[in-house]
């Protein structure tokens, strides 16, 4: 069992859990993810991390409220436990000193961004970040950002932070005045997508993938991406890939592999009153 | 009883199993196991011959006449213990072995009649045992030495049994969340209970070895970091957990599943208990599994109990299927088809990107390949379609890359499999043995399980020596 030690609430549906994983703490880098199953009857589903502290002990992971089990895990109380918490897997972000590094987080792919910014800062690039959101009130980690950034700017889609607009819009004035050496970019698939689209092909622009995923140790295939024209596994050969050579299609459509059962699952789960919500709830 | 003048009984004893019209559409254990008067009057027909040539075909060498002899006299508690001399996991061999091909193959009995139902009977004295939830732990000396398994599937356990059983501390370390491997996200529910894999797996830990879920080896500790956290010894059995693919069109469409997938989503994560169970599967009316061995039945098998028509689309014909043949029998009985002499060339899909259909090439067979099978040859110009809404790739799996990617000292063949000395297990690193699927590529659980034994010994023979 691990301890939700800190829970946060960020933003509305966003929320912010520091788990005590003092093993994975130790040994995880920027740009790699956790699995985490809440209980026996529930899924894995892997998350990126946010933020990782060897000395604590403690691995912090930021999630939106968008499906059953992102809601159930919204549900846990600080102090509360999940089953599982396994990691850290995938790869490591590559960090080396590449000049000026524009990172882009939009939505909860701030958080995931943070560390990948942190450690390019640290191995001397000059990075600029640009972090999105719909509006100043979903955006997240702002603070965090700026300390970590030579300069951060921001977007929201109603202009209520920084400059009305998307973050790939951002990007491209930058691109117009700047020499870049490398992009990162984390979010929602349209705004990698978008972000991809605005920059050059010479100028890497890596993305950070989370297909459906079981096991997450290159066992099962189910996130299966097409870079290069290869089919290729998020969970082990990823989940960082240069977003020019992403199957968007592909990646956006196998996102919709599961659509029905998970609106089954939001809504049907609760027949017998046998669920785990339900327990729960009685708790 | 007399047994110069007892005239022999020409067949196994029947195994009962549960009505295909019912089962299929359960996920209910099908075989249901001998009661205690049948495996007395099975255990007698057993001649208790000099030579004793089962022993040679069984994997871990269990004394197969002995407990065989000890079920005849109602001795079962003697019975389980004779097995266990050799074999940790008796209810999962009993179930899951390939006997045909191994200590029933060799049964002096077999060579005129069927042979003695040894399989069965190993299963009935596990379960037995199992029943009357015995403590049998031994009594166990520790010898202050300690051994890391990598991998909690049927080579790591057996491994761990072994080398705890001669007094060493063993701490297994296992990627997924339960212990198992293979007979937990792979053997589905009606071929193999989990409460049964669970509770060989309590016996195993009773002896003191320490299973640790949720560790990834290669990813929270690296092989080489294991021996110096102070671990004499590592063991690799990680298994073939790296699903192939055909690489023919349309293989990423939505209802495309590897075999890995499909039978982890149902039986590690239980999805066909959906929702109750949050993990989903998706089958839809018409599944083809592409694939001729015991991971394709098992496929198509969970595919007609999630409600959808199974079809089993094979290369070569029924002569040269891997599967076992009581596999494909049952199969069969609960009404998966087998198109057989056929491969999928494309899969297509509709415009939301789901499979539709899937298009297959006809195959003849011509002269027998480096597997002595006949190999399949295509006939120029025979096609044909079949809707589907799921296809599931049962063409094998390859060994996982976690390990051999992070341990650069640890040698692989072109395939990725480690390679292990065949003898001891030894890989190329001192001190780090290697054995099961990880090295022999997908093969069976007694198999792998043959492997962690030699192993055991050989790390017993290192450390003693050291």
């Not at chain 1, 859990?17 to 093993?23: D, H, R, S, Y």
């Not at chain 2, 994997?59 to 079962?76: H, L, Q």
């Not at chain 2, 037995?128 to 939830?133: F, G, L, M, V």
Request: with cysteine; proline share 5%.
């Amino acid at each position: 069992m691990f301890k939700i030690v800190l829970k946060e609430e960020l933003a509305p549906k966003i929320k912010l859990f520091k788990v005590m994983a003092p093993e994975i703490a130790r040994k995880a880098r920027a740009g790699q993810f956790i699995i985490l199953r809440i209980d026996e009857e529930g899924e894995r589903i892997p998350l990126t991390i946010a933020d990782f502290d060897a000395q604590a002990g403690t691995i912090t992971i930021i999630f939106q409220e968008v499906g059953k089990t992102t809601d159930l895990l919204g549900a846990l109380e600080q102090g509360g436990y999940l089953q599982d918490f396994v990691g850290p897997l995938g790869m490591e972000s590559e960090i080396e000193s590449y000049g000026t590094v524009v990172c882009v987080g939009g939505g909860v792919g701030v958080a995931p961004v943070f560390p990948i910014a942190r450690a390019l800062k640290e191995a001397g690039n000059t990075v600029i970040s640009i972090i999105g959101a719909r509006n100043s009130e979903l955006l997240i980690w702002k603070k965090e950002m700026s300390h970590i950034s030579n300069k951060l700017y921001i977007a929201t889609d109603d202009g209520s932070d920084g400059q009305k607009g998307l973050v790939s819009d951002v990007l491209a004035e930058i691109l117009s005045s700047t020499s870049v050496d490398r992009i990162i970019a984390i979010g929602p698939v349209p705004m990698m997508e978008a972000v991809c689209k605005t920059a050059p092909e010479n100028i890497t622009a890596m993305v950070s993938l989370n297909p459906i995923m079981v096991d997450g140790t290159g066992m099962c295939g189910a996130c299966r991406v097409e870079v290069d024209q290869k089919t290729r596994f998020a969970c082990v050969d990823g989940p960082e890939f240069d977003g020019h050579k992403v199957n968007w299609e592909l990646l956006k459509m196998r996102a919709r592999m599961f659509v029905d059962e998970e609106r089954i699952a939001l809504t049907q789960s609760c027949g017998e009153g046998e669920c785990s919500c339900h327990r729960k709830n009685a708790k | 009883m007399s047994q110069e003048k007892r005239k022999i009984i020409p067949q196994k004893h029947p195994m009962p199993y549960q009505d295909p019209a019912a089962r299929c559409s359960n996920f209910e254990e099908v075989a249901l196991g001998y009661s205690e008067e049948t495996a007395v009057l099975e255990a007698s027909r057993c001649i208790q011959c000099k030579n004793s040539p089962c022993i040679d075909g069984c994997p871990v060498g269990i004394d197969i006449s002995a407990f065989i002899k000890m079920i005849s006299e109602r001795d079962y508690a003697g019975a389980i213990s004779k097995i266990k001399e050799k074999n940790y996991l008796p209810a999962i061999c009993g179930r899951v072995c390939p006997q045909e091909s191994q200590c029933e193959a060799k049964c002096t009995i077999g060579k005129k009649n069927e042979p003695v139902a040894i399989g069965r009977l190993e299963r009935f004295v596990a379960d037995w045992e199992i029943a009357r939830s015995m403590e049998s732990a031994p009594k166990i000396t520790p010898n202050g030495k300690q051994v890391a398994v990598v991998g909690a599937g049927p080579s790591g356990l057996t491994t761990a049994a072994c080398l705890a059983l001669k007094g060493y501390g063993v701490t297994v370390f296992e990627a997924l969340h339960v212990a198992g491997g293979v007979l937990v996200y792979g053997i589905p529910e009606f071929r193999l209970p989990k409460k049964i894999v669970a509770r060989e797996i309590e016996n195993i830990s009773r002896l003191g070895v320490e299973i640790r879920v949720n560790a990834v080896v290669g990813k929270l500790n690296r092989v080489d970091e294991l021996l110096e956290q102070g671990y004499d010894a590592v063991y690799i059995g990680t298994g073939a957990g790296l699903p192939y693919f055909m690489n023919i069109a349309g293989e990423n469409l939505n209802g495309v599943y590897s075999a890995n997938e499909f039978l982890t989503r149902n039986n590690l994560m239980k999805a066909y208990k959906f929702p109750e169970y949050l993990t989903p599967i998706r089958v839809g009316n018409r599944v083809a599994v592409i694939g001729g061995g015991n991971v394709a039945m098992d496929s198509a098998r969970t595919a007609l109990r999630l409600g959808a028509e199974s079809h089993i689309i094979y290369r070569r014909t029924l002569k040269e299927m891997p599967a076992r043949h009581e596999e494909i029998e049952h199969a069969i009985e609960e009404g998966v088809q087998i198109q057989y002499l056929a491969s999928p060339i494309e899969i297509k899909g509709n415009e939301e990107g789901r499979v539709s259909s899937i298009l297959c090439q006809r195959y003849e067979l011509g002269e027998p390949d480096a597997s002595g099978r006949r190999s399949p040859i295509p006939v120029p110009g025979e096609m044909f379609e079949i809707e589907v809404d799921t296809v599931v790739m049962a063409i094998g799996q390859g060994p996982n890359p976690l390990v051999p990617q992070t341990t650069p000292d640890l040698k692989t063949n072109k395939w990725g499999n480690i390679i292990a000395d065949a003898e001891t297990a030894a890989t190329s690193m001192k001190g780090v043995y290697a054995g099961g699927d990880v090295v022999t590529g997908a093969a069976t659980v007694i198999l792998a399980m043959g492997a962690g034994k030699t192993a055991s010994e050989a790390i017993d023979a290192y450390l003693q020596g050291k």
